[in-house]
């Protein structure tokens, strides 16, 4: 059975608690637990124990059908009958309790009816098949999916990959995780009898696996308490320390923050905007994190203001009022309605300061915004019906079908998206386990920006090798480059929130990654994919960690010099060379020098050596090209690291019928390498067909003429 034990474990007058409506009392789980032995009601009622459920499901949804709810519970009351939790309850209470934590958060009908039955396959005689006769095959389909979940043991040796095929049948369809928190937090509400080890092992399994998957569904309500309960059970003497500050500050006569939220209401009246201001205290762990943080607390650090408004144009209004009218901390302002976060969290951040110097923090959505920060995916009710056929009459979700009957995914592109993505390209269990167990330890995110105006979100430390895999996907292979706020940059770039990136891709199908990217990885779908590249090419991945420094010749050995022929020097029986720092072809304007032997060196007129070798009093000699077009020039490539690039450049050259001399690769620096070439070519006027076919090598970014600064003729 899923449910451990009953008694809460957080002793004394503050529990942690999800958010509840104005005047609705903590359920009686005693009470509820009479009202279950009394036995189904009748066909055309409701039973007395759901009661408390269809008044939250009808504060969200008045116009639900709720005769799927009576008959859930009909069904789960008579199956669980007999079954007992550990402190004595009867075992319906459970998913009682789970139900009631999902309405209350906006759970649609289909939810929370599969909400009811969620344990009914696992503990009891009740088949997949009998519910999807009774309710059909939507809540069939996610009670197998709850079931699945309830069979991961997160302490077994097997974690990996029952984790991995858990997160396989959730990610087809939120409502399954969802049902799975909310029954998480009960059993954390509900762990006192355990032992403290058991406690311990289950706090800290909810720490690292569910309370941040929570965080990336959105569904803060269920998030914050479950890290309160875990705070109290991991880390008691630090929670004893954050509840006596709490009680503390709650025992002062006078509240600064509900002094300056009434001053920010006056501030709104007189803007004429209508706006509901609300005081927010903070939970356990966030009052932990702010004295840290702060040193001592203030009165202004145990909540923080939440203003909402009906339009999002008035979330900009009230932003304008509070920081023309009261004192902004600019420092603070954050704008996640322009740019929302990755679990559909949008809302405007600000702080505004007393003259007493205590500073409260604002937040200001819209009631939509607010109840998708708080309910997260949750709040979008059945994200697969389609607008014709919502899963409850008042709800016409975005979330519908696709032409060819897959579901349609509100949250996609999103974190559950990516990390479906990336746990099929994982080549093995432990892989997917480590880069998820990364993944989920990251605490912050980053937007940055692509040039045709979308956005991608990243997890803060992010290079530009993921910005690549996370735009692209294993296409990703084939970067040749990157432009970070128009300039080129190097894919080891560390990103920062608000970046630009333009990533400058290849044309080349067979590109490889190289495995220095790595080093710079730090998402998941960059990791996997690069690491599933080099797995599968153990020949290529060898090739690339060769020494960098190559010297090729051409195939059929160096070629001859040009003969003196090619350059006519104006001086009998001298010696012509062509000056290897500027490598001079025709029809370049030269200019010759006499050096020791009677040589006459011969460079281009703009070459850096004609100056100093004039300043020195060189007297220069008249040259001319001769009839000869065969020449000796020397070539650049400016390139970006990757395997068999070297290959695929003198290829390019030979296919256009010109002589490799001699060929150096310079160790790469930061993923771009530098070659250099000398080449004979039948004939100069080939030369910028030459250098176009060099540049046109997938990885290559620019081809240049030699023009050393060099100190010797």
């Known amino acids: 059975m899923s449910a451990e034990a009953t008694n809460p474990a957080t002793p004394g007058p503050i529990t942690p608690a999800v958010q509840r409506r104005r005047g609705r009392p903590r359920i009686d789980l005693r009470r509820l637990g009479r009202a279950a032995l009394l036995g189904p009601a009748g066909r055309d ?94 809540v069939r389909y996610l009670v197998d999916g709850v079931t699945k979940l309830e069979k991961v043991d997160y302490g077994a040796a097997a974690e990996p990959e029952t984790f991995r095929k858990m997160l396989v049948a959730t990610g087809s369809d939120v409502r399954v995780m969802s049902i799975k928190l909310a029954d998480r937090l009960h059993n954390m509400r509900t762990l006192g009898v355990m032992r403290p080890e058991k406690q311990e092992r289950i706090a800290k399994v909810t720490k690292d696996v569910l309370i941040p998957l929570a965080e990336r569904l959105g569904v803060q309500a269920l998030k914050t308490e479950l890290e309160d309960l875990v705070f109290a059970i991991l880390r008691p003497e630090e929670y004893a320390h954050t509840r006596e500050l709490i009680v503390k500050n709650s025992s002062r006569t006078d509240d600064p923050l509900a002094e300056i939220a009434e001053e920010v209401r006056g501030v709104l009246r007189e803007a004429g905007l209508q706006a509901e201001v ?58 996640f309605i322009a740019v929302p976060k990755f679990n559909l969290y949008q809302s405007l951040h600000t702080a505004v300061a007393r003259p007493d110097g205590q500073v409260a923090e604002v937040l200001i959505r819209t009631h939509q915004m607010h109840k998708v920060a708080e309910a997260g995916v949750i709040a979008l009710g059945n994200p697969y019906a389609s607008p014709a056929e919502p899963a409850d009459p008042a709800d016409a979700q975005e979330g519908q079908a696709d032409g060819d009957g897959e579901r349609a995914d509100p949250t996609r592109p999103g974190w559950l998206s990516r990390l479906l993505d990336w746990q099929e390209a994982a080549p093995d269990p432990d892989t997917f386990w480590s880069t998820l167990r990364e993944d989920l330890a990251q605490d912050r995110e980053i937007t940055v920006f692509r040039p045709d105006g979308g956005t991608l979100g990243l997890p803060a430390g992010a290079s530009c090798v993921d910005a690549a895999y996370a735009q692209y996907g294993e296409d990703a292979h084939a970067c040749i480059g990157v432009r970070v706020n128009g300039r080129l940059a190097r894919l080891s770039t560390v990103l920062s929130d608000g970046d630009t990136v333009q990533l400058l891709m290849g044309q080349d199908p067979a590109s490889e990654p190289s495995r220095e990217w790595l080093e ?12 599933r590249w080099l797995a599968a090419h153990p020949a290529s991945a060898t090739a690339s960690e060769a020494p960098a420094e190559t010297r090729r010749p051409a195939a059929d050995g160096p070629a001859a010099r040009p003969a003196a022929a090619d350059v006519v020097v104006d001086r009998p029986g001298a010696t012509v060379r062509l000056a290897g720092c500027c490598t001079p072809v025709p029809p370049d304007a030269i200019t010759g020098f006499s050096v020791r032997g009677g040589v006459v060196t011969v460079h281009r007129v703009e070459c850096a050596a004609v100056e100093r070798m004039k300043s020195v009093g060189r007297a220069e000699v008249e040259v001319r090209w001769g009839d000869s077009s065969e020449c000796r020039v020397t070539l650049f490539a400016e390139s970006f690291g990757r395997p068999h690039l070297l290959a695929d450049l003198t290829e390019a050259i030979a296919l256009e019928g010109v002589a490799i001399v001699s060929a150096t690769v310079e160790p790469p620096d930061q993923q771009r390498v530098r070659h250099t070439y000398t080449l004979q070519l039948p004939d100069a006027a080939h030369l910028p067909a030459l250098m176009r076919a060099m540049r046109n090598v997938p990885g290559v970014y620019d081809v240049s003429r030699a023009h050393h600064q060099s100190t010797a003729p």
């Open 45 to 138: 009622r409701l039973p007395d124990a759901i009661g408390h459920v269809v008044e939250a499901h009808r504060a969200h949804h008045p116009d639900a059908d709720l005769d799927p709810l009576r008959r859930a519970y009909v069904l789960a009351e008579s199956s669980h009958r007999g079954q007992m939790r550990k402190s004595g309850e009867p075992y319906i209470t459970h998913p009682l309790a789970v139900t009631l934590i999902l309405a209350e958060l906006g759970a649609e009908t289909t939810t929370l009816t599969a909400s009811l039955l969620h344990d009914t396959v696992e503990d009891t005689d009740v088949t997949l098949d009998q519910v999807r006769e009774e309710f059909g095959e939507e």
């Open 278 to 335: 609300l005081i927010r205290p903070r939970h356990f762990v966030s009052v932990h994190r702010v004295s840290r943080k702060r040193g001592e607390l203030r009165g202004a650090d145990f909540g923080r203001l939440l203003v909402l408004v009906n339009e999002d144009a008035d979330c900009y209004g009230v932003l304008g009022e509070l920081h023309t009218c009261l004192t902004p901390v600019v420092s603070e302002f954050k704008d």
């Open 520 to 531: 710079h990885a730090h998402t998941p779908v960059a990791r996997i994919a690069i690491t």
